[in-house]
């Protein structure tokens, strides 16, 4: 039975809009860089500077959650820290200024998530499908941002997505307020080197280099996609549209998992969404100027992203014991959207003007074969 500890609405809320900040991020903040005059070179090393924090910071923070009277007084804290330094945004005129202003909100921002997602999990107790209708919530806002900005940068500039993230800064803060505190009496910290202990496994280790390799397959879409579009001939309008039909067959899929989560083991929904998630980065990279097959790889999102998530979700709470879910979350985040974000995020930067947007797209579908090898290989077929 669930937890009334957590409201399941307004915990569906801040879902919402910490995803609907994303889905200002992700599509557009390339594109606000690329008006800011920064080269794909630049592009992509401010962009693996962003995931570089989110090595070290999700870490930090959640070994410093004991410091907290409760994990929601430090989502506070990082929320008003987080608004603060990205207000700074408009005084950033240079590569070196935007990489601080960009690592500094990042470094507060990466403190959030983490601790909602142990505290999600806790909240559903044994009824993990309540988890994925309650993350649906950050696809729907996430969805209805990327829209609603897609057509709202076709009659203004690119240059107020920071007004509008900022909107979305202030309505997090408040929205954690609503939320009580959790009973501080009740928290378990690990024994000293447990979690070390915990990470010199085998399936420990093979979760958390699959989960790299799919987020190094990522580097070109999160730093280059709409750019990617634009330069193919896409509205601003149209961006938006792609980027919310992969998150809407996203939703559809977090929506639904719960009924099809058993048709196969969790090994086998790994393999299978990376090998989907190959194929979708070769349609890309071949096939962008026929509308038709774009909108078929966004619908990989499901796999790429939803399902891939899902189970991780899985596997962090079998792997770990309960007293390390808050660090085993920071681990996930700091490991997959850190280390392997900041490399495809630096790589394909690196080689996107040399090589050119299709190549870049055929190295990412290297990247995720190998993690389908790694994940066929180095998964147990027993779990789930």
Known sequence: ?????????????????????????????????????????????????????????????????????????????????T????????????????AAVMILYGFFWAAMLPQYEAMTLQHCGTQVEAYGQIRMWGSIGFVLVVLGAGYLFELVSVGWLPVVMLTLMALIGINSLTLPEADASNRKHSAPGQFLNVLKSRPVQVFILMNILLQISHGPYYTFFSIYLENHGYKPAQIGLLWSLGVMAEVFLFWKFHRVVNFFSWRTWCVLSLLITAVRWTLIGSLVDFWGWLILAQLGHAFSFAAMHAISMRYIQHLFPQQLQARAQALYSSVGFGIGGAIGAWVSGSLWQPWGGSQVFFLATLAALLGALVAWKGLKATEG
């Open 1 to 81: 039975m669930m937890s009334s500890a957590l409201p399941f609405k307004r915990l569906s809320f801040f879902y919402a809009l910490y995803f609907a900040l994303l889905g200002c991020i992700a599509p557009y903040w390339g594109l606000f860089l690329q008006n800011r005059a920064f080269d794909p070179e630049q592009l992509g090393q401010l962009m693996a500077c962003f995931g570089l924090v989110r090595i070290l910071a999700p870490n930090l923070w959640a070994y410093w959650s004991r410091y907290f009277r409760s994990p929601m007084q430090m989502v506070r804290t990082a929320g008003v820290l």
């Open 83 to 98: 608004m603060l330094c990205f207000s700074l945004i408009w005084w950033a005129d240079s590569f070196w200024t935007m």
